[in-house]
Nanobody
Framework: VQLQASGGGLVQTGGSLRLSCAASGSIFSISITGWHRQAPGKQRELVAVITRDGSTNYAGSVKGRFAIFRDNAKNTVDLQMNSLKPEDTAVYYC??????????????WGQGTLVTVSS
């Protein structure tokens, strides 16, 4: 299973970016999927996750500014980020809980995409 993330970049404070992540490989089903981030010198933290039926959970710091979407048919998950702040600067990682017939459920991570918000 591979998760390919894209969409990071440099944006000014108040701007928007959309991150995309596509899962490929031997995938029978994906339950929960979403995004985490890691800022320099800090621990990785949850940003937003979404279940297969569309239930979402957001970190308090991004609630109201970020929105997560998924396409179950395409095995993709997107993160729309609006009103970006310098403190949103981080490497963003997509993650998916994937079921494979040979190995059962497991968490898989993308390679990370850098988001830099300039002040």
């Amino acid at each position: 299973v591979q998760l390919q993330a894209s969409g990071g970049g440099l944006v000014q404070t108040g701007g928007s970016l959309r991150l995309s992540c596509a899962a490929s490989g031997s995938i029978f089903s994906i339950s929960i999927t979403g995004w985490h981030r890691q800022a320099p010198g800090k621990q990785r933290e949850l940003v937003a996750v979404i279940t297969r039926d569309g239930s979402t959970n957001y970190a308090g710091s991004v609630k109201g500014r970020f929105a997560i979407f998924r396409d179950n048919a395409k095995n993709t998950v997107d993160l729309q980020m609006n009103s970006l702040k310098p403190e949103d600067t981080a490497v963003y990682y997509c993650v998916a809980n994937v079921y494979r017939p040979t190995t059962g459920w497991g968490n898989y991570w993308g390679q990370g995409t850098l988001v830099t918000v300039s002040s």
